[in-house]
């Protein structure tokens, strides 16, 4: 099992891994080639940077994100300028999905014992966004959330828990607003 693989599946790893620089200047210099691109231009290369990207589904610059391999997108999705993707581990954005600008997904995080963090260490959990999430402009959504089809992520929110299908949530951290019909 690679280290990249171990990272993804939330076990240890060995960040120094030469493995590690070469799958981010692989990710960077697509996503040079994709932040001075326009939408249908920057296709083919988000197409090799993501794990999938499906059909007609558009993510517009600036994007950013670390490796770009652990991302998959669902078809019919609009993803806003300015998101960033810690993809750590695997972020899989469902179908019909629209995603507002400067929105934040974090798979990462670090421990709350302050020795361990300056060795670095980082426990990384899966994102998972299901079919016909609406998430607003400026969302943070943390490490290991799922978010419930059709769900509402008011703008400005930051998601800590997992948020259940036909749910508004809104906040810091994000609460219940209401259920949707």
């Known amino acids: 099992m690679t280290e990249f693989e171990k990272m993804q599946q939330g ?19 697509l996503l040079q ?13 988000l197409a090799s940077l993501l794990k999938g990207l499906g059909e007609n589904s558009i993510v517009c610059p600036p994007f950013q994100c670390e490796y770009g391999k ?12 300015g998101i960033t993707m810690l993809d750590n581990a695997t972020i899989t954005i469902g179908n019909n999905v629209l995603v507002g600008p400067n929105a934040q ?3 990462p995080t670090h421990p709350l014992d302050h020795l361990q963090r300056r060795k670095w260490e ?41 948020v259940g299908a036909d749910t508004m949530v809104g906040g810091v951290p994000a609460k219940f607003i209401k259920q949707l019909n």
């Open 11 to 29: 076990l240890d790893y060995d960040a120094q891994a030469p493995e590690f620089s070469a799958l981010r200047d692989s990710a960077f210099e």
């Open 105 to 107: 997904f974090y798979t």
């Open 122 to 162: 980082v426990q990384c959990l899966p994102i998972v966004v299901e079919d016909d999430v609406w998430i607003g402009g400026n969302v943070v959504i943390c490490q290991g959330i799922t978010i419930g089809a059709r769900a509402i992520i008011a703008a400005g929110a930051v998601v800590t828990k997992d």
């Open 33 to 45: 080639k994709i932040n001075q691109s326009q939408f249908d231009k920057a296709k083919p290369y």
């Open 70 to 81: 652990s991302i998959r997108i669902g078809r019919d999705c609009f993803l806003n300028m």
